[in-house]
């Protein structure tokens, strides 16, 4: 069972706590974007067997959503960091990096 | 009115750890910005107390402000007071981003007390509640057993918990069942 | 004869006995006994009949590991089947049943079964049971289920109570032997918070019962004085009786804590489930040893060497008086001395390795005993007790040389280190070719949140087995007594050259009875995955877990393969280490507690007046108040009509209620509804719709504007928590520049509908100081005030098509106003009314009801509410996926009213057919039913459903299928049954 730190309240929240919110850092496209934009937005999704940005919300807690760099395979946590964000920040960046020296995000790469 | 009611009017389990629903008791969520000087000079006004660090509170032992979450606040105080406090903080806030609620009614609250206080209240919640991990003047939301739930810590070593008024019966029991199962023995 | 030793037993007080029944047998224990003991006392060596031949059996080892003594134990309330007699502690009043016979144990027909054992290897139900394909299910199953399965379902239910613990420390310590203790001491002084958990009820572990000197002192009063020491140390926690089971991601960890099963006094929880986050596991859970695979190892007095001592040193008895060991290893001389210095007769030690044992051998000769080398067991003979054995070359094929009596056997295959909870989380394994056991590989371990190892191993279950070595791992260099060990030589099978009748004899896992014939059948028959082999020969799939088989199977099985053992590999490792009860993962969660119901303030009121009860969502919701000689649906019909005649109340605190202000409010209302919300009139109500981002209905309610920058959002019920949610997120993780507080005050309120002709009334005689007349209080607005004494907020809204409120007023007034409504509205002809009786309400109206006419694919558009989406507005959530071909399309199901031409009600979950069929062979559909009620107001039934290009096809007649296979005929009507110009709700 996971343990994910919230970044706002600073407790380190067991699984049961969270709800986990899919892949972050989706772009929304709306009323003037293509099918295609728009079907990306709505179903296209990583789905990374490795480094994962992923949302997760402190239900049981704050109630706040936050973002998190976990690895699904090893469920290696890189770092949490604030919803408000349109990309990971760069400490977890460099965090990630120091384990996958290659690693480069699908916006970034 | 007369007639009002807590959810469960003040029912108790006695005990070497005693469970009690504390009765009618006022409870005001406010929302603003923190780091707001108006905002913060307003809570202050109102309650005498200073906005408490994260998941800290402050207390006079009539009022109490527990911090809930980086924009929410919540004050605790008598029930009889609970209109007049939302009036005034409406009165000092207006014009600003903010949101005061009476939540008095839609909560119930409980008063956890006695030597293993905390193991009770470890048998439901993820929390560690061992005396010096949970020390007074914390505040940790977290749920108790399947519902949501806040406790916090009193200098005498008592606990309140806090949840819905609709899961108090639940609550209640869960934790007065925790209780007569007996301690743990290990803090 | 097993029997009670007149000395020994360091764990039994002799001064404490103790009477069990077994079998209705009365039998004597002491103190301390584990029930496997006790047995053995009362010269109890048959214990249980195995799975699938019947066969005798007997007590095989002394802990966890055991696979054969398995018990119903108890009575009544208290009745568990698979009890483990090695690990149950006796106590006054215990009563245990042995399992898996008929008619008793001693005389079993089931046991018939053996003589064709021969025919029933293996694979023999897979293949035997796949034709005639239809017996199957009439003949074959029923056959099988009745003589499967292991011991009897409880009946009864349980009568104890269980609990859950959370505990959080640095450093959990698994084992309570010598090396966890060391551990422990060494991570408590260093300063970490550590909890220590040993499974059973004492400490020390195998150096206890060994005898060996730690520094000159005995390991008894090294453990003792580790202890004393750790017990003094405020930072450390020192626990027995529970079992770690499992290693779960980040650190977590189950303990199952005994309580009360080793009592007679059963008062408290029985079983306590520790939910453990610590920081670092250290596992120091020691070895276990395996037993040899030769001709009739499965027969009762056939041990481990191990637990033969542990017999005799712990609990003070011996299984037999001739005791003959078998072995590869030194280890087991251990015992024949043991035993020797017991007084008991050990006639010989047949060492499998031709050059055999080291200096200890020498001290086992000193005793008089007789130690051949390069012997084997070609076979054990006796039915239901060892009565001798005959003893071969083990290079050979099994020719007898010579036969010893003996009425016990004392085996020992070497050892392999407890690597479960190792293993749970991904730590590797090393096959070690000198000493033939798999051993944690420190740098495969298992990884945490911060990619660091989290599991380490010390002691024996590092594979260590001498103490000094078990100390030195964990980090203490002592002086022992003990002598050096000649290498162990692995002995898969014995003798090596063992024939097909001695390999059918030759049992791998006792209880799920898998032999060393079956494996290398299934190796012959292409099961070459050890994963397969498992479940084709059922190898280590018993309660057990194959504790003892599986290291013996996987070498046979190598064998079989000409691969290496590492080649071949475990099979997975997966909690729990042993059985775990189902009391202990529900905890307190049963009865009441099993799931938190949510009750209105007018719950009580309810209850005490005739609710027929409905779950909506997690909420208790009444769904007719029954009367005396009423049926529920009665209690409906007049529900209904009292509301379109008189007044009826409806409990309505269950909507949800989310607060939403500040200067973007109306911006981000405009977003989340498909409706303009930014232009309602402050002091007014209005309907409306939610999307997701796919165009998908997901809510709807009323939305009421009760100040310049605050709005009050009804949700369904069941609803609030979710919308709520959905709020927060596009606040938080979208849109956090917009200024938006939200605050779900769901509960804060008790809200109640007063709906019907003689609604205002009502209202009117409980008095106060609000203007509720038309005029001054038209619809689709509020008012706030005193409602006689009660502090209340009235919304005008109807959702039943009456004259309509909805009065909300603090929930700590809610059982009050409640009371005083009623009371009130006696001489009005108020009554109660249930959901079931808003939901046909609603449906007379032609009103939707989230749930029903949506189902996570249906867009407004479908339901005809274009009326309720803003033309205005750029973006709302789920306008663009609106507008995609297949949303817009005209083919669309679409809302319709219904009404049966006989005036029956259409079935739920009717369909209607259309011609042909689908490339599935299914019939092909254009439209089925939403909602379908008897309308007591009109007297027959009536519906709503979505049908293709229905509204454009009024007054045409469809066919509804009904689950009988006939038709029912109903005209496609504007789905507005009752009151159609809204003059009732306008009054």
């Known amino acids: 069972m996971l343990l994910l730190q919230c970044p706002y309240c600073g407790v380190n929240a067991e699984e049961t706590e969270l709800a986990a919110g899919g892949e972050a850092h989706l772009k929304r496209a709306t009323v003037g974007d293509s099918d295609e934009a728009f079907e990306g937005y709505l179903f296209m999704r990583e789905n990374k067997k490795g480094v994962h940005l992923e949302r997760w919300r402190h239900a049981y807690g704050c109630g706040k959503w936050f973002l998190a760099a976990r690895d699904t395979a090893t469920l290696e946590v890189f770092g949490t960091y604030p919803a408000q964000t349109t990309e990971p920040p760069a400490d977890v960046t460099e965090n990630i990096r120091a384990k996958y020296p290659d690693w480069s995000w699908k916006e970034t790469a | 009115m007369s007639n009002a009611v807590s959810a469960l ?50 207390t006079d ?126 803090y | 004869m097993s029997t009670r030793l007149a000395n020994s037993g360091r764990l039994i007080d002799r001064s404490k006995p103790v009477e069990f029944k077994f079998n209705g047998k009365r039998f004597k224990g002491y103190e301390g006994d584990t029930l496997a003991s006790a047995l053995f006392a009362n010269d109890q060596m048959m214990v249980g009949r195995s799975f699938k031949y019947h066969r005798p059996r007997g007590v095989v080892a002394s802990g966890a590991e055991e696979p054969n003594a398995l018990f119903n134990m108890g009575e009544g309330g208290r009745f568990e089947p698979n009890q483990r007699a090695t690990t149950q502690e006796v106590f006054d009043g215990l009563t245990i049943r042995s399992q898996n016979h008929w008619p008793s144990l001693e005389f079993d027909i089931g046991a018939v079964n053996q003589l064709f054992a021969r ?37 009864e239910k349980d009568a104890d109570t269980y609990e859950h613990f959370y505990y959080f420390c640095d450093v959990l310590v698994v084992g309570g032997g010598i090396a966890g203790l060391a551990a422990a001491l060494k991570e408590g002084q260093a300063g970490k918070k550590v909890l220590l958990l040993e499974q059973t009820a004492d400490f020390g572990g195998r150096a206890v019962v060994d005898g060996v000197e730690i520094d000159g002192k005995s390991a008894e009063a090294w453990v003792q004085e580790t202890l004393a020491a750790l017990n003094a140390m405020p930072n450390v926690t020192v626990r027995n009786r529970n079992m770690a089971s499992g290693v779960y991601d980040h650190g977590y960890v189950l303990g199952y804590e005994r309580l009360t099963d080793h009592l007679s006094d059963k008062s408290g929880p029985r079983h306590r489930l520790w939910r453990i986050r610590a920081g670092h596991i250290i596992t120091a859970t020691g070895a276990i040893e395996r037993p040899l695979s030769f001709a009739g190892n499965d027969i009762p007095g056939v041990l481990l060497a191990a637990a033969v001592r542990d017999y005799v040193v712990n609990w003070g008895v ?90 016990c056997v004392a085996m020992s295959g070497g050892w392999s280190p407890v690597v479960h909870l190792w293993s749970h989380c991904g730590g590797k394994l090393n096959w070690d070719e000198d000493l033939a056991m798999f051993r944690p590989d420190p740098s495969r371990a298992p990884t945490g949140a911060d990619g660091k190892a989290f599991v380490s191993t010390v002691g024996s279950a590092s594979g260590y087995l001498s103490t000094a070595d078990v100390l030195k791992d964990a980090g203490l260099e002592v002086a022992t007594n003990e002598v050096a060990a000649a290498p162990l030589e692995p002995v898969w099978l014995m003798p090596q050259g063992a024939g097909p009748k001695l390999r059918m004899k030759a049992w791998l896992d006792y209880q799920n009875d898998v032999k060393v014939s079956d494996v290398q059948l299934a190796a012959r028959e292409g099961y070459e995955s050890v ?187 069941g609803g609030a928590d979710r919308i709520h949610g959905w709020m927060e997120d596009w606040l938080q993780c979208e849109w956090w520049d917009w200024k938006v507080y939200t605050a779900n005050v769901t509960e804060q309120f008790a809200q109640i509908a007063v709906a019907g002709p003689k609604a205002r009334l009502l209202l009117e005689k409980l008095g106060g100081n609000m203007d509720l007349s038309k005029e001054g209080f038209p619809f689709m607005t509020y008012v706030e005030g005193k409602l ?200």
């Open chain 3, 318 to 407: 011996s299984v037999g008086d001739r005791t003959v060991v078998v072995t590869n290893n030194d280890d087991a001389y251990r015992t024949a001395i043991v035993l020797k210095n017991a007084g008991l007769a050990v006639p010989a030690i047949i060492d499998a390795r031709a050059s055999g044992a080291g200096p200890i051998a020498a001290e086992a000769e000193k005793l008089g005993i007789r130690v051949l080398k390069g012997k084997a067991i070609a076979k054990v003979k006796g039915k239901t007790r060892v009565t001798g054995v005959k003893v071969c070359l083990q290079a050979g094929e099994g020719s007898v040389i010579e036969e010893i009596a003996c009425d």
């Open chain 2, 9 to 58: 009017n003040g029912k108790t389990a006695t005990g070497p750890v005693t469970v009690q629903e504390l009765g009618l008791t006022g409870m005001v969520t406010l929302r603003g910005d923190f780091e707001d000087e108006g905002f913060a000079a307003a809570v202050t006004q109102l309650t005498g107390l200073q906005i408490p660090d994260v998941r800290q509170f402050q």
């Open chain 3, 119 to 155: 025919w029933l290897p293996a694979g023999f139900y897979y293949k035997m049971f796949i034709h005639p394909r239809p017996f199957w299910k009439h003949v074959y199953e029923p056959f099988i289920r009745q003589s499967a399965g292991l011991g009897q379902v409880p009946q």
């Open chain 2, 61 to 186: 032992g009539v009022k109490t402000v527990l911090w809930m979450s980086p924009d929410e606040l919540l004050v605790v105080l008598p029930y009889a007071e609970v209109n007049a406090f939302v009036a005034g903080m409406n009165d000092a806030l207006a014009g600003s981003h903010y949101l005061v609620a009476n939540v008095s009614d839609a909560r119930a609250i409980f008063r956890v007390s006695g030597d293993y206080a905390g193991e009770v209240l470890g048998k439901n919640a993820p929390v560690d509640f061992e005396a010096s991990q949970f020390v007074a003047g914390m505040v940790r939301r977290s749920r108790v057993g399947q519902v949501a739930a806040a406790y916090w810590k009193l200098d005498d070593g008592s606990f309140r918990v806090v949840c819905f008024r609709s899961v108090a019966e639940y609550v209640f029991g869960l934790m007065a069942t925790s209780a007569k199962a007996g301690a743990v023995g290990v």
């Open chain 3, 788 to 987: 006689g004494e009660f502090d209340a907020r009235i919304f005008r809204i109807s959702f039943s098509g009456e004259l309509s409120y909805e009065v909300s007023v603090p929930a700590s007034q809610g059982a009050a106003l409640w009371a005083a409504l009623q009371e009130a509205g006696k001489d009005l002809g108020v009554m109660p009314y249930g959901t079931e009786a808003m939901h046909i309400l609603r449906a007379e109206k032609g009103f939707i009801m989230i749930g029903d006419e949506t189902d996570g694919t249906i867009i407004p558009q479908d339901l005809n509410l274009q009326w309720a989406i803003s033309k205005k507005k750029e973006d709302y959530l789920g306008k663009r996926a609106q507008e995609r071909s297949f949303m817009a399309s005209p083919d669309r199901w679409k809302l319709v009213g219904l009404e049966t031409l006989d005036g029956s009600v259409i079935p739920d979950g009717s369909y209607v057919p259309a011609p042909g069929y689908n490339p599935n062979g299914q019939r092909n559909v254009q439209g089925r039913v939403t909602s379908t009620y008897y309308s007591p107001t009109l007297k027959r039934g009536i519906a709503m459903g979505l049908v293709k290009h229905g509204p454009d096809r009024m007054g045409e007649v469809i066919e509804f299928n009904r689950e009988d296979g006939t038709m029912v005929k109903a005209k496609i009507v504007d789905p507005v049954f009752y009151d159609k110009d809204g003059e009732k709700q306008n009054v």
């Open chain 3, 531 to 717: 994963e397969h082999t498992k479940r084709y020969t059922t190898l280590g799939m018993a309660t057990d877990q194959g504790k003892l088989s599986n290291i013996n199977g996987l070498a046979i099985l190598s064998k079989s393969l000409d691969a290496s053992i590492p080649n071949v590999g475990t099979t997975t490792f997966r909690p729990p280490y042993t059985p775990i009860s189902l009391g202990a993962i529900t905890g307190a969660a049963r009865d009441e507690l099993f799931q938190p119901i949510h009750k209105t303030p007018m719950f009580d009121w309810h209850d005490a007046n005739g609710a027929d009860w409905e779950p909506v969502g997690h909420w208790r919701r009444t769904y007719a108040y029954v009367r005396n000689g009423e049926s529920v649906h009665d209690a409906v019909n007049r529900e209904i009509l009292n509301v379109r005649e008189n007044v009826g109340t409806l409990d309505a605190s269950t909507l949800g209620k989310i607060i939403v202000k500040g200067p973007d409010a109306g911006k981000f209302l405009d977003m989340l509804y498909t409706n303009m919300m930014s232009n309602l009139g402050v002091g007014k109500c209005r309907y409306g719709l939610m999307c997701n981002e796919n165009g998908f209905l997901s809510d709807d309610g009323v939305v009421v504007r009760l100040a310049e920058d605050t709005w009050l959002c009804h949700t369904t019920t």
